[in-house]
């Protein structure tokens, strides 16, 4: 009996830390230089290049994009293709809009719904739900991806964790690089 009266005080101990553990927040970065402007960043045309692994952390497809982006008024025009290995290539069309400073949101011909991101700093955070097979919603997925803007301006990394019923599946490491010496964020 002693070493359960012990324990306890241990665990409540544990317990209380646990719940003031907060998760990682856009704003954590403001001040992070040079600032994030994703609808800066992807006008123009964008490459990357990763790795996606399995939810244990093993790498299991190697993945590249191509990216280009046009302003029509206050909306981006994005036109990406994906390619996951040797699966068949993807292609997403994107219109995202920014809402206020730090806000911005984003439809995709593959998104449910709409995508909703902030910027602070360097840093970019959006979630969003993929249909991965139109009309059957148990193949849907989350992704939560989280893009950090790189000293030069041109460079962004970004890691997405991708879940299906809240449970982390995969996840995804990639690089971008716009194709132009003018990439730099003003």
Known sequence: MKSIVG????????????????AMK???????????????????MTTSSGVQENRGGTPVKRVTTRTSGHLER???HLEQDLQFGTDKPQHRSWQIRRIDA????????????????EAHGNVFHWRFTVARS?????KNVRVSQWMHLQPDGRTMIIHSTI????????????????????????
């Open 7 to 22: 324990v306890v005080p241990l665990l409540a101990v544990v317990v209380s830390f646990l719940g003031c553990a907060s």
């Open 26 to 44: 856009p704003v954590d970065f403001a001040g992070g230089a040079p600032p994030f402007d994703p609808i800066a960043f992807f006008t123009g």
């Open 74 to 76: 206050d909306v981006l």
């Open 102 to 117: 730090q806000r911005y949101e984003a439809t995709a011909n593959d998104i449910i719904g709409t995508a909703r991101g």
């Open 134 to 138: 139109p009309g059957n919603p148990l």
């Open 163 to 186: 879940r299906k019923f809240g449970v982390a599946v995969g996840q995804v490491t990639e690089q971008f690089v716009r194709a132009s010496a003018t990439a730099s964020q003003p």
